[in-house]
T-cell receptor, first 116, second 114 residues
Framework: GAVVSQHPSWVICKSGTSVKIECRSL??????MFWYRQFPKQSLMLMAT?????????EQGVEKDKFLINHASLTLSTLTVTSAHPEDSSFYIC????????????FGPGTRLLVL | AQSVTQLGSHVSVSEGALVLLRCNYS??????LFWYVQYPNQGLQLLLK??????LVKGINGFEAEFKKSETSFHLTKPSAHMSDAAEYFC????????????FGTGTRLQVTL
């Protein structure tokens, strides 16, 4: 149980294009999902907290117009990197919290984005 | 604000040897503490968590950690390292609940040699 998937696992795009990353909780309903960014050999940095049916809460320094987050259902949150640039290249990881239990966050496998 | 410090960005042990990965936390309120493992190009997997119950927490894959309030520590140990334990390990803290915002340490890469 408690499986979180991400799609795609890899994406390469041209500078200036937008990229959408999906995060799904497969066997539980998630009222809250989190989006993290991880640079090579570094820790995870929380970008935003996404609550189903409401606007995401962004961490300080994260551009909300650059990283659009939508949490339209209890099993799906999306992160759209708009007008991507090479500096947006990174490993993006989502996590989800089970709405029923008070257990920990469950993490997806991550999406590696390379912007050329 | 809460924080965690992981001492040693890289730890190397021989197969069969004791694994000790250090984590110290800072929090003005009782913390919830976690250890996660990350294999290359993968997400994070929860090893164990401390949620104010027993101070010695047992996790998956033979790992355990002990919460020591006096030392503000939550070190991760495993009696005998296996080659498959080679990975990146992250300590994390939350102060508002087990499922709330996590603050991660910088990670410790564990290398296991023959």
């Amino acid at each position: 149980g408690a499986v979180v998937s991400q799609h795609p696992s890899w994406v390469i795009c041209k500078s200036g294009t937008s990229v959408k990353i999906e995060c799904r909780s497969l066997d539980f309903q998630a009222t809250t999902m989190f989006w993290y960014r991880q640079f090579p050999k570094q820790s995870l940095m929380l970008m935003a907290t996404s609550n189903e049916g409401s606007k995401a809460t962004y961490e300080q320094g994260v551009e909300k117009d650059k990283f659009l987050i939508n949490h339209a259902s209890l099993t799906l949150s999306t992160l759209t990197v708009t007008s991507a640039h090479p500096e947006d290249s990174s490993f993006y990881i989502c996590s989800a919290r089970d709405r029923v239990s008070v257990g920990p966050q469950y993490f997806g496998p991550g999406t590696r984005l390379l912007v050329l | 604000a809460q924080s965690v410090t992981q001492l040693g960005s890289h730890v190397s042990v021989s197969e069969g040897a004791l694994v000790l990965l250090r984590c110290n936390y800072s929090s003005s309120v009782p913390p919830y503490l976690f250890w996660y493992v990350q294999y290359p190009n993968q997400g994070l997997q929860l090893l164990l968590k401390y949620t104010s119950a027993a101070t010695l927490v047992k996790g998956i894959n033979g790992f355990e950690a002990e919460f020591k309030k006096s030392e503000t520590s939550f070190h991760l140990t495993k009696p005998s390292a296996h080659m498959s334990d080679a990975a990146e390990y992250f300590c994390a803290v939350s102060v508002t609940g087990t499922a709330s915002k996590l603050t991660f340490g910088t990670g410790t890469r564990l290398q296991v040699t023959l």
